[in-house]
């Protein structure tokens, strides 16, 4: 400090006195007593947002240094209180940070991220959800054609040109054809034979008919192209890679049988021997093994045609290089070591399913093992449990010689698709939460529950080799649906009928089969030919005399399994159903249109839609 009379002098600042510069020995000036300038007031307080904008921006709303946020807080506290405060913006994570965190299930099986979407959901349509139990067919009279005289004719059969012939294991010739003139199915739509009735006048005059043969047989609409049928549509080749036919009937519920027998495949080693022989005998050299591939099983409606049966999860096959058991493209050994099928084998395949009572409930989430698993013992349940709402909707189109209704097909399911190729990103749960949990009945995902006590048996030669497949894959709706965004105008949940198991064959580079749908099985199953099915077969019912007492059931015990049926049988079954199924959609219309049947549609009586042939 300075002394009276002495000039005050100014201490030194400690960044002054680490100076090397010579501050101490400066003369000072008449102000030196003068407060440094950094302590001076301003004469105007200097705020970095003076000239921010009077509302912040959100993209950037602390974009302050701390001494302009501490007097932007100091200012925020002396405000009124009924003033809101501004809630302050957090960081959202990237995309891929938050599907790395894992997944949470939601309902109905579909997974959702733990945070929120990076763009908002697109909106979505305002539509009440439709109860499959109550939903109706509906008319399109705007698309139909111009009636003929010819639309109340059975349906012309296809016309079928020779394209080469086969020597049969048995040394019998089997011609190979190709047929024109036919409806094809074709990805996400299927087509149906459909005649002219005036007993249907509030169903636009059009039902459901079939054409020869009246029996079954293998679809010649719904196959593969490329691939050649006898007359009777029981035999079957194909000369490029693996193409695959469905037969015109399938299954829903109960056991049923039926038999695929080899032409044309892996060789036999005693024919192979004999025909060794005789080609020494005329100097020739055969070093074939095999004449071409062939697999055989069972298939449902989203099976692709133009692949092997066994190929994704809505087919299950048998292969005849080793027997072994396919799914999903994945074979694996059934048969014994060494044992192939080979030409003139024949392979009996036996599926059961449960009711549509309890694979109703497995399907909608009410499947309880301790309770239903009793019911299905009984056989008085189910004959008075409800029957399935089936909902047809057809358009009526016109082809070169026939009439056809054009309906939707079902189409793969994406659960499913990753079930048999399962995405890296499974492992980690991202994305694929039903992955972490095997098919069964109480699954989350309705694709992927199964069905209890259901199976697949193999014969060969009527020997039973074993049950290769069992809780076989559900296949009511909403197991099954088409996919409204690719064909437009579908509607999902709906059965129309058509879905369940059917019998497949598929032949690769010249294989050939021959199916037997019964009555006359080469190797019957056991079992077969008694009870229901001799009754069925032979037309002979046991009668009983009218004054005579009728006995009373009094068994209260599980009833027996059911009878297994030859496939044959089935096709009758879906005649009387595509009859019933008519007569419903003919009712509805006619309450519909007000309890009239004159034939009007929209105004236009049914006699000047006539057109002359």
């Not at 950037?60 to 100091?74: E, K, L, T, V």
């Amino acid at each position: 400090m300075a002394t009276n009379g002495e000039t005050p002098k100014r201490e030194l600042t400690p960044a002054a006195a680490t100076s090397t510069a010579p501050a101490a020995t400066r003369s000072t000036s008449p102000r030196a007593g003068t407060p440094p300038a950094s302590s001076l007031p301003q004469k105007r307080v200097l705020m970095e947002d003076d000239h921010a904008p009077a509302v912040r921006s959100p993209l950037n709303p602390d974009a302050r240094s701390a001494p302009a946020r501490a007097q932007s807080q100091a200012r925020d506290e002396q405000q009124p209180s009924g003033v809101a405060a501004r809630e302050k913006r957090t960081k959202k994570e990237s995309l891929k940070k938050r599907e790395s965190k894992g997944v949470v299930g939601g309902a109905g099986g579909s997974a959702t991220v733990e945070s929120s979407r990076a763009t908002p959901d697109p909106r979505q349509k305002d539509q009440s959800p439709i109860d499959p139990n109550k939903a109706a067919p509906a008319r399109y009279p705007q698309l139909l054609p111009a009636m003929r005289s010819s639309d109340f004719e059975a349906p012309r059969a296809p016309t079928f040109t020779s394209h080469h012939e086969v020597t049969g294991p048995d040394g019998e010739t089997i011609e190979f054809g190709e047929t024109t003139e036919q409806s094809v199915n074709r990805k996400g739509y299927v087509y149906n034979y459909c005649i002219a009735d005036p007993a249907f006048p509030s169903m636009v005059y059009y039902r459901h008919t079939d054409q020869l043969p009246y029996t079954a047989h293998l679809s010649v609409e719904d196959a593969a192209q490329q691939m050649y049928f006898d007359r009777s549509a029981m035999h079957v080749t194909g000369e490029l890679g693996f193409r695959m036919a469905r037969a015109n009937v399938g299954v829903r519920e109960g056991r049923w049988y039926w038999e695929c027998k080899v032409t044309r495949g892996v060789i036999n080693p005693e024919r192979s021997k004999q025909k060794s022989a005789e080609n020494d005998a005329e100097g020739e050299v055969n070093e074939a093994k095999s004449h071409g591939h062939v697999r055989m099983g069972w298939a449902r409606r989203e099976a692709s045609r133009d692949a092997p049966v066994g190929l994704d999860a809505y087919s299950y096959a048998i292969r005849d290089v080793g027997g072994q058991k396919v799914h999903m493209s994945r074979p694996k050994d059934f048969f014994p070591p060494g044992e192939d099928v080979r030409e003139g084998d024949v392979i009996g395949l036996e599926i059961c399913l449960p009711s549509e009572q309890l694979h109703r409930k497995v399907v909608q989430g009410h499947y309880n093992p301790a309770v239903d698993l009793l019911d299905e013992e009984t056989p008085d349940l189910h004959a008075a449990a409800e029957a399935s709402n089936i909902v047809r909707e057809r358009v009526v189109i016109r082809g070169k010689t026939n009439l056809f209704s054009e309906v939707f097909d079902y189409h793969p399911i994406k659960e499913l698709e990753d079930l048999m190729n399962p995405s890296p990103m499974a492992a980690a749960g991202a994305g694929h939460g039903h992955l972490s949990e095997r098919p069964n009945p109480n699954h989350r995902v309705p694709c992927l529950r199964t069905l209890p006590k259901s199976y697949i048996k193999i014969y060969k030669n009527g020997v039973l080799m074993g049950t290769p497949f069992e809780d076989l894959l559900s296949f009511l709706p909403p197991a099954s649906t088409p996919n409204a965004k690719l064909q437009d105008g579908a509607k999902e949940g709906f059965d129309d009928g058509t879905v369940g198991y059917y019998p497949a064959v598929s032949v690769f580079r010249g294989g050939a089969a021959e199916v037997n749908f019964g009555p006359d099985f080469w190797y019957p199953p056991p079992g077969y030919g008694s009870s229901t099915s001799a009754t069925a077969t032979n037309g002979d019912v046991e009668m009983t005399d009218a004054d005579a007492a009728a006995v009373p059931n009094t068994s209260t015990g599980p009833s027996a399994p059911p009878t297994v049926k030859p496939m044959f049988e089935r096709y009758n079954e879906q005649i009387a159903e595509d009859i019933v199924y008519d007569i419903i959609d003919e009712v509805h219309f006619w309450v519909q249109d007000g309890r009239k049947a004159d034939g009007n549609i929209d105004g236009v009586d049914a006699a000047d839609r006539m057109q002359e042939d």
